[in-house]
């Protein structure tokens, strides 16, 4: 494995694989309140409902965060750092080609809204966010948006790919992407590498790449 595709973990410290997705590393109490909100969502999530889930009083949840909003926002962050610093070190293992670096990190996406399903179904919900909340998750979160937009302005302008609108398209391919985690389950028929080679073969044909040049490495050659 090439050493630019591992990254230094901006939480952990760890220097870890884009592609690689080990166990969340979460507390009893988040991990009770993904499974809750993902079940419930954010309004049928009571704080009850979660405090037992992990077999902990209301005050003991309330100790360690200030309320159910306080819950779903470290689960949310945890969420979006970590979709970040994958794009983030799968365009920097593209070198500088940006259409590998656009295959990579379509596929750092989609790899990210498959195997972190149930973190990646909290965007649904941004609307019972308080409105600090939810700029402070919209300035992280335009950090993905932002590379994106220039992946593709760069391909643009070196002829690679075909677009009118760069940051247009990036945004629409953000979002095509994002919404796998409203139908995506894991005992579903399509393990995430599908998915996620379907995705790219998509995402190339947006940008007027209708045939996946044979040089360009993704989920099945690597």
């Not at 988040?30 to 209301?58: C, H, K, M, N, P």
């Not at 656009?102 to 919900?125: G, K, P, S, W």
Request: hydrophobic residues 40%; aromatic residues 8%.
């Amino acid at each position: 494995m090439k050493a630019a595709a591992r990254k230094t973990h901006p939480e952990r410290g760890a220097r870890e694989d884009w592609r690689t997705f080990e166990p969340l590393d979460l507390t009893p109490l988040l991990v009770a309140a993904l499974e809750a909100f993902y079940e419930r969502g954010f309004y049928g999530t009571s704080v009850r409902d979660i405090a037992r889930r992990v077999g902990q009083t209301v005050p003991s949840l309330y100790y360690h965060h200030e309320n159910k909003e306080g819950v779903f926002v470290a689960l949310l962050e945890k969420g979006t750092r970590e979709v970040a610093w994958r794009a983030r070190a799968a365009v920097e293992d593209g070198g500088d080609r940006p259409e590998q670096q656009f295959v990579n990190m379509i596929e750092a996406v989609v790899l990210y809204m498959t195997h972190r399903v149930q973190l990646a179904t909290l965007d649904v919900e941004l609307r019972y966010l308080s409105a600090p909340n939810r700029r402070h998750y919209a300035a992280i979160r335009k950090e993905v948006e932002d590379l994106l937009v220039r992946v593709v302005t760069d391909g643009t302008l070196q002829g690679v790919f075909r677009v009118t609108r760069p940051a247009e398209t990036a945004r629409a391919l953000l979002g095509m992407c994002q919404s796998i985690a409203r139908w995506y389950h894991p005992t579903g028929p399509m393990q995430p590498e599908e998915v996620a080679q379907r995705y790219i073969d998509i995402a190339l044909m947006t940008v007027g790449v209708h045939q996946r040049p044979k040089h360009l490495k993704g989920v099945s050659g690597r």
